[in-house]
């Protein structure tokens, strides 16, 4: 496995875990990160207010199920269970982009979209 999607499998390990320190350990200390439509931070004092989001409580469960890597960018698709603050379970898929640099990333631009219910 390359240094870059170790740093992304460590980096999804510890929001797994909610571990601050272990997520920012693999981020440079200029980076963005990007939820299209939804917000932009930068820096990360400000990726760090994010990791629990005051809509949510508890920890998510992630699962990648296929990371891809051409040069310095790693992709990283898969599904987040996350559970409101009133009691509600949210399925998710994303599509997570990397950019990566010295084998930290340096950018995220996430991609996330509700799974309806299955009834």
């Not at 272990?22 to 939820?35: G, R």
Request: net charge neutral.
């Amino acid at each position: 496995m390359s240094k870059n999607k170790e740093t992304v499998t460590k980096y999804m390990e510890a929001f797994n875990q909610q571990d601050h320190a272990k997520i920012l350990a693999c981020l440079t200390d200029d980076i963005t990160w990007v939820l299209p439509g939804v917000y932009l931070h930068k820096g990360k004092a400000a990726f760090d207010k994010e990791i629990e989001n005051e809509g949510f409580t508890g920890k998510p469960v992630i699962k990648v199920s296929r990371m891809t890597e051409e040069e310095n960018v790693v992709i990283a698709e898969g599904t987040v269970q996350a559970k409101t603050k009133n009691g509600i379970i949210v399925n998710l898929v994303f599509c997570d982009v990397f950019e990566m640099e010295n084998g930290l990333i340096k950018k995220l631009t996430s991609y996330l979209m509700t799974m309806p219910d299955k009834k």
